[in-house]
């Protein structure tokens, strides 16, 4: 039987306080929301809070590789072109690696799966530094690097996804979303500065070194889980479990409206390859408005996520979710039709805050509409749904700017993704009135801890013997 969220048995055999009690049980009327970001994930379990501060500093290290590729591919070639290869091998291997891995997640103790993905990035990572002291100047090994790196974190990252539903209430699944989303955003924003200090005193190896060290955190976390297996039978790799994934998502229609709200939004209207003609058009190409620019919507999806105190309160998420896809929408039309460098900068971190809220519900929707043993084939089709549609949008944005202008591009971008919105409302309704309150709570297995609960030793003396 399931306990009651914050009564387990913590992993020395000791009961954890009650650092969380659902409102019905206190008998006293809730608080209202808070505004600013909702903690108790992390005060109320010590595994998710580990693999939060595991999460955050392996990402600064993604952050610094990320960044070093793309800076020595660059040096190598004084190529663009050759740089966009480096996404292009990414995207690849994303796509492949998403549908090839959502059975194995679905088949194995995801504990040990990501034990193992962690470890081969860590050892990728260090193959980056290898050939970056050995001086070896070849930009496909570099490209065969960056595809399997993407090959391994296509599976490592679906994986993860379902850590949480197992380590959280499911009142507090969107609270954690939000916390993941805000380390996310923090290496963002930090990540790149960071490299680039490295790289300026050190070289390009040591950033590779630091995202070789910053696995440290995050296999600890992950080590320290316990036993992940999934839960109402072990899926069967194959093409035969990639179909029984899909079959799943088509027929699940919050799922499906939730996934087909995130390609609304990205293919119809990301705007960050519109940004260097905007900044050319607006601003006199300054280098300085141009980073700006990208600045702004990682700093609305800071905002955002700080000021995600309510999530945890909103009973309809796939309403909430369609909500933040009008108001990204409107912001890129908004940032289509201003001018100004104000008012261009505060319509992005307007969309920036909407699409960052928009994937804290749609993460909290799949994994409460989600059975467990279907999460690694559904979080691996959010996956693949999150590495490539962004490119495409990017790619739209790119042709239609070349068309038209890219102001135009982007207005065009943000109603396009309004009408989307619209049509998914109207054809899946099951989206906007999906309520996880209304659906009974999944059987979850309650984790076993790795050590032993002691047995307490009474004098015999003092035993007493009941009937």
């Avoid at 790196?149 to 499911?170: C, D, E, H, I, M």
């Avoid at 999530?311 to 309809?316: A, D, K, Q, T």
């Avoid at 104000?342 to 319509?347: C, D, Q, S, V």
């Avoid at 989600?370 to 999460?375: N, T």
Wanted: hydrophobic share 50%; with cysteine; net charge positive.
């Amino acid at each position: 039987m399931r306990k009651a969220p914050g009564s387990t048995t913590g992993r020395r055999g000791r009961r954890a306080d009650p650092a969380w009690t659902p409102p019905a049980a206190t008998g006293r009327r809730s608080a209202p929301p808070r505004l600013l970001i909702d903690l108790r994930p992390v005060r109320v379990s010590a595994d998710f809070r580990r693999l939060t501060v595991g999460s955050l500093l392996s990402s600064l290290g993604a952050q610094m590789t990320t960044f070093a590729v793309a800076l020595q591919v660059y040096t190598l070639t004084g190529s663009s072109a050759a740089v966009g290869g480096v996404g292009l091998a990414a995207g690849a291997a994303s796509v492949v690696g998403g549908l090839a891995g959502g059975p194995i997640i679905d088949a194995v103790d995801r504990r040990r799966l990501v034990l193992t993905t962690n470890s081969c990035l860590a050892v990728i990572s260090a193959l980056f530094a290898v050939q970056a002291f050995a001086g070896l100047r070849n930009i496909w090994l570099l490209y065969g690097l960056v595809a399997v790196q993407f090959l391994v974190a296509s599976v490592n990252g679906p994986a993860r996804k379902t850590f949480a539903p197992r380590l959280l209430p499911r009142e507090l699944i969107p609270a954690g979303a939000a916390i993941s989303m805000l380390t996310m955003h923090l290496s963002l924003v930090a990540g790149p500065p960071l490299a680039g200090l490295l790289a300026a005193a050190g070289g390009l190896k040591f950033c590779y070194l630091v995202d070789v060290v910053s696995f440290a955190a995050s296999l600890y976390a992950t080590f320290r889980l316990p036993p992940m297996p999934p839960d109402g039978g072990r899926a069967t790799v194959g093409l035969r479990a990639v179909g029984e994934g899909l079959r799943f998502i088509a027929h699940r229609k919050v799922v499906l409206g939730a996934l087909l709200s995130d390609l609304s939004a990205t293919v119809l209207a990301m705007p960050f390859a519109l940004f260097p003609a905007i900044n050319a058009d607006r601003f006199g190409g300054d280098p300085k408005t141009l980073g700006l620019l990208t600045a702004a919507v990682a700093a609305g999806g800071i905002l955002g996520t700080a000021l995600s105190g309510p999530v945890s309160h909103v009973h309809r998420p796939g309403l909430a979710m369609q909500l933040c896809a009008v108001v990204w929408g409107a912001g890129l039309i908004g940032f289509g039709l201003v001018d100004g460098l104000a008012p261009t900068l505060g319509f992005l971190v307007l969309a920036g805050v909407a699409d960052v809220l928009a994937v804290v519900f749609r993460t909290s929707v799949i994994q409460l509409a989600v059975p467990d043993h279907l999460r690694g084939r559904t979080s691996a089709t959010e996956f693949v749904v999150g590495a490539g549609a962004p490119q495409l949008g990017n790619f739209r944005a790119g042709v239609l700017g070349s068309a038209t202008s890219a102001g135009a591009s982007a207005a065009i971008g943000g109603l396009s993704s309004l009408v989307g919105a619209g049509l998914i409302a109207l054809l899946l309704p099951a989206l906007r009135r999906y309520r996880p309150a209304d659906e009974p709570v999944p059987s979850v297995p309650e984790p076993v801890p790795t050590v032993p609960e002691p047995v307490p030793t009474v004098p015999e003396a003092d035993t007493v013997h009941t009937p």
